[in-house]
Every structure is written in structure tokens, then in C-alpha cells.
């Protein structure tokens, strides 16, 4: 049930009607200030969570409504943040894309209950909980389309960051072939390939310049056979 410190706006409800949600199966605090010292502000921000989408209400903004099914790819990081190796929470952004060019933002910070003694039903869980598997959908179809087109002959290029059948290309390093690899993944700042035989990784490539870098991830460890 919902847990919030206030009834469901009547204008929530009518819209969630009006779109034929469903029934509310969860409700959010959002994007709250977050203090150094002391207790986040709340600003007001909500997310209103039904099955085929969710409702948001953001302060000074008209509400924003959409479903699951309007988006077909999602752009996605999460970061654990550690001080002096203490873990002191997560950020996450999920960028939901639609056919017609439209798209979705979110963006916030949690503490992870599998790094933390936090509740796992806290307000901030539940909330990262429900994008995750709203977006999970999304994100298979994503893989799979992704994989065919590379299984067609495509090459699929993602920044600085290219991959087909035969292996994986950084603009600075050249091509590294799936035979030669031997892993892919991502620290605070870079996705980090790394190669048979080697110490040190082949090539580390800034986010900035390999969007979509969870994609890259995941698509690579799909394609490299017996890494």
C-alpha cells in the first residue's frame, strides 16, 4: 500500500482514470533535497506507481503521465558511492526512449539494502524496485533486438564504442576480436575491456564517450564465446 504523509490528489486518481491505469499499487517520495547533514528536504515531488506505468507530480510542473509499453529502449546507469571505502549510497538514471522520439528521465539516490542496513521496503527501495522491473521489459527486447541485428551483419555503434559479429572496436584502440577477449566491465568512470593475456585492461573508455555503456556490457558478454 501507499505510504505517503498525504491522501492521493483527487487530479492523480481522475488521471490515472482517464488512462486506464488501474489500480494504484504503490506511491513515491521523489527527488527530495538532499542534505550533508540532517534530514532530506521534501519538496512534494511523487511518483505514483500502476502496472502499465505511473503518474508524476513534480513541483511547479503539470503532471506527467506514460506507460511501459509507449518505450522500446532505455539508456541506464547505477554508481555505488563509497568514502574511505565506507558505501554511503546509489545513484541510478534510467532514460526510457520511444519509437517516436519521445523519452522519460529518472534520476535519484538510494541506499542499496544489499550494501546497507537499510529496510529493504523504505521508501527508496520500493521505489528503484518498481523502475527496475517496469524497465525490464524494455531492457530484454532491447538485448534481443540489439543481438539480431549484430547476428544480421550490423555493426552496432555506440559512441566511441562499436560491436559486431567478429569483435569489439574503441576509436583510440582499434578492434579487439572475440577470441582475443577476455572481459568487460565498469568501474566509477570507465567501461574497461580487457584482453587474453594481459594485466593491465586493452582499453578504458570514458561514459562520456561510450553512451549506453550498460548496453555494451551486457551485449559484449553475450557475444564473447568461453570468456
Keep these: 500500500m501507499p505510504r505517503l504523509p498525504e491522501p492521493v490528489p483527487a487530479e492523480v486518481a481522475e488521471l490515472a482514470e482517464q488512462h486506464r491505469l488501474g489500480l494504484l499499487i504503490d506511491a513515491f517520495v521523489v527527488a527530495r533535497d538532499r542534505k550533508s547533514l540532517g534530514r532530506d528536504k521534501d519538496l512534494g515531488n ?10 508524476r507530480k513534480m513541483a511547479g510542473q503539470p503532471l506527467y503521465v506514460m506507460r511501459w509499453a509507449e518505450f522500446n529502449r532505455v539508456e541506464q546507469s547505477v554508481t555505488h558511492h563509497h568514502t574511505n571505502s565506507a558505501y554511503n549510497g546509489t545513484s541510478f538514471r534510467y532514460v526510457l526512449h520511444s519509437p517516436g522520439g519521445g523519452y522519460a528521465n529518472f534520476s535519484d539516490w538510494y541506499k542499496d539494502p544489499q550494501h546497507s542496513s537499510i529496510d529493504p521496503f523504505h521508501n527508496d527501495v520500493r ?14 527486447q532491447q538485448i534481443m533486438d540489439s543481438l539480431s541485428a549484430i547476428e544480421r551483419g550490423q555493426t552496432l555503434t555506440f559512441g566511441a564504442v562499436s560491436l559486431d559479429s567478429g569483435g569489439i572496436r574503441t576509436q583510440k584502440k582499434g578492434k579487439l576480436a572475440w577470441s582475443d577477449f577476455r572481459d ?27 553512451p549506453e555503456a550498460t548496453l555494451i556490457v551486457t551485449l559484449a558478454k553475450h557475444l564473447a564465446p568461453n570468456r
Design 46 to 55: 511523487r511518483v505514483y506507481a500502476y502496472g502499465p506505468g505511473l503518474i
Design 127 to 140: 521505489y528503484v524496485t518498481y523502475l527496475r522491473e517496469g524497465i525490464a521489459g524494455i531492457w530484454r
Design 184 to 210: 568487460i566491465s565498469l568501474d566509477k568512470a570507465y567501461v574497461v575491456i580487457e584482453k587474453r593475456g594481459k594485466l593491465l585492461p586493452w582499453a578504458m573508455v570514458p561514459y562520456a564517450l561510450a
